[in-house]
């Protein structure tokens, strides 16, 4: 008696569940349908709306549309007074002196030099080092660098990438950034 009564439980459960899925089913159809109607709609507003459109170019050999790239009216007065604002605030600054900034406040520079821990050849080992990674941080070369920074010859800039000098210990000098007492 309770197996009839179970299996027709189960039965019910399932007529139930196919009734469901038939209405989730009918109501997908409608929103596809729905989308599809709308998708068509803009389509059809898209090309009634292509000879007035300049940006939009249909290539007529391939028939691949393309879009022409877009000219700038000009910077809204908004734009033009926060750049203005920013400029007040921020003085610029240039990379070296940002370098100079950071080797001053965090010391990184004493942990280049030569391996013998002997640095009396330079006459300026702060500024060398500094200069040095500017430098290679811009991906120039020594010389190349000396034809731009007046007072400094390409040898001098060159000093730190002999084979004498620690090549170890620059890493710890990107630690001691991050890890200053």
């Not at 038939?22 to 090309?47: C, M, P």
């Not at 200069?131 to 390409?154: D, F, Q, W």
């Not at 620690?166 to 200053?180: F, K, L, M």
Request: overall charge positive.
């Amino acid at each position: 008696m309770r197996e009839a009564s179970v299996k027709s439980g189960a039965a019910r459960r399932l007529r139930g569940h196919r009734e469901t899925h038939r209405a989730r089913s009918d109501v997908d159809r409608h929103g596809a349908r729905q989308l599809e109607d709308r998708l068509r709609a803009a389509a059809a507003a898209a090309d009634a709306g292509y000879p007035d459109n300049e940006s939009l170019v249909i290539d007529p050999a391939t028939g691949i549309p393309s879009l022409k790239p877009h000219r700038s009216e000009g910077q809204r007065p908004p734009a033009k007074r926060l750049e203005q604002e920013i400029k007040t605030r921020m003085p610029e600054r240039t990379l070296i002196g940002v370098c100079a900034r950071t080797a001053y406040w965090v010391k990184w520079w004493r942990r280049f030099g030569p391996t013998s821990g002997n640095d009396p050849k330079l006459a300026d080992p702060f500024g060398r080092y500094v200069l040095t990674t500017c430098v290679k941080g811009t991906n120039m070369g020594p010389y190349e660098a000396a034809r731009h920074i007046p007072g400094v010859s390409g040898h001098e800039l060159a000093l730190p990438q002999r084979p004498g000098h620690r090549r170890d210990r620059p890493p710890a000098a990107g630690g001691r950034v991050g890890d200053r007492p």
